[in-house]
Nanobody
Framework: QVQLVESGGRLVQAGDSLRLSCAAS????????MGWFRQGPGKEREFVAA????????YYTDSVKGRFTISRDNAKNTVYLQMSSLKPEDTAVYYC????????????????WGQGTQVTVSS
């Protein structure tokens, strides 16, 4: 089992960059595929990015390709989401999630979730 705690969310202006972190407890973090999801106001939770347990494979939703980068440091039990060229439509609560199997892009496939961190992008 793993516990996840996100951090780094805040109010930024359009065009700014921001890095989110997700710290995981437990000694088996390197066995988990990790994902970032977000839920905007009045919207359903949506997939943003995911990374394999080794970090060798990454996946992104089309709207963030070229702007967001997911990475992980297994020695630090942390997964990151580097966001650049932020847009007002990126405003959402961002959640990290983990699963003990291959990478998936569907929220329902993830077993462990953090509490979320708010990102607000002003125009």
């Amino acid at each position: 089992q793993v516990q996840l705690v996100e951090s780094g969310g805040r109010l930024v202006q359009a065009g700014d960059s921001l890095r989110l972190s997700c710290a995981a407890s437990g000694r088996t973090f390197s066995s988990y595929s990790m994902g970032w999801f977000r839920q905007g106001p009045g919207k359903e939770r949506e997939f943003v990015a995911a990374i394999s347990s080794s970090g060798g494979r990454t996946y992104y939703t089309d709207s963030v390709k070229g702007r967001f980068t997911i990475s992980r440091d297994n020695a630090k039990n942390t997964v990151y989401l580097q966001m650049s060229s932020l847009k007002p439509e990126d405003t959402a609560v961002y959640y990290c999630a983990g699963r003990l199997s291959r990478v998936e892009v569907t929220a329902a496939e993830y077993d462990y979730w953090g509490q979320g961190t708010q990102v607000t992008v002003s125009s």
